[in-house]
């Protein structure tokens, strides 16, 4: 069954800490990872995405981490901010349907000031 | 107006009323999509056009009706629908189907009474 596992439901964060937002998948044959950033009363914005040729991929402060054999990859944001406050959704695309895209549920990231 | 533009933002309807959904995209792309966004959720694909062709019905109810006149405009048609519809309902375009990143709109909060 295809599906994507996102945890956990919701993030509470002090400011200047790191958020951390785990996911977790069992198609192999996905072969792309993006995630998206939601905020309030806004439609999912692509925020940073991953193929699994490549462990880690870094943008400013977010890192997208991989692990192919656990089939799991997860989203780091260093030195979180109030304004990274904001829905985070985890999806997958299959190599066969690549606009089809499979997303987890959902992670509401509180970041306190 | 730029990216992607969805009216009206919130729309309360009965379950006997009759309305529709535009979404609008200023990105000259040719692949439009709509989602339905529930809480605790995945998002859910319902319906893909590209170049004004359905190529995709993701097993959606028939009082779910699309329609997309041109590359620019997509709406979705309702009639009839059932307390459970309620949700967000996103619009995405992106630039082809394949492996694009998809722009979403800001939705349309739809609740039915």
């Known amino acids: 069954q295809q599906q994507v596992k996102q945890s956990p439901q919701s993030l509470i964060v002090q400011k200047g800490g790191i958020s951390i937002i785990n996911c977790a998948y069992e198609?192999?044959?996905?072969?792309?990872f993006p995630w998206y950033q939601q905020f309030p009363g806004k439609g999912p914005a692509l925020l940073i995405a991953?193929?699994?040729?490549?462990s880690e991929k870094k943008e400013g402060r977010f890192t997208i981490s991989f692990n192919k054999s656990a089939k799991q990859f997860s989203l780091h944001i260093m030195d979180s901010q109030p304004g990274d406050s904001a829905t985070y959704f985890c999806?997958?695309?299959?190599?066969?349907?690549?606009?089809?895209?499979?997303f987890g549920t959902g992670t509401r990231l509180k970041v306190l000031a | 107006e730029t990216g992607v533009t969805q009216t009206p933002r919130h729309l309360v309807m009965g379950m006997t009323n009759k309305k529709s959904l535009k979404c609008e995209q200023h990105l000259g792309h040719n692949a439009m999509y709509w989602y339905k966004q529930s809480a605790k959720k995945p998002l859910e694909l319902m319906f893909v056009?590209?170049?004004?062709?359905?190529?995709e019905n993701n097993s959606v109810p028939s009082r779910f009706s699309p329609e997309c006149p041109n590359s620019s405009h997509l709406f979705l048609h309702l009639h009839t629908l059932q307390p459970e519809d309620s949700a967000l309902y996103l619009c995405?375009?992106?630039?082809?189907?394949?492996?694009?990143?998809?722009?979403f709109g800001p939705g349309t909060r739809l609740t039915v009474t």
């Open positions: 995405a375009s992106s630039q082809d189907l394949g492996f694009y990143e998809q722009y």
């Open positions: 999806a997958a695309s299959p190599t066969s349907g690549t606009y089809k895209y499979i």
């Open positions: 056009y590209s170049l004004e062709e359905r190529v």
């Open positions: 198609n192999t044959a996905f072969d792309y």
């Open positions: 991953i193929r699994p040729d490549v």
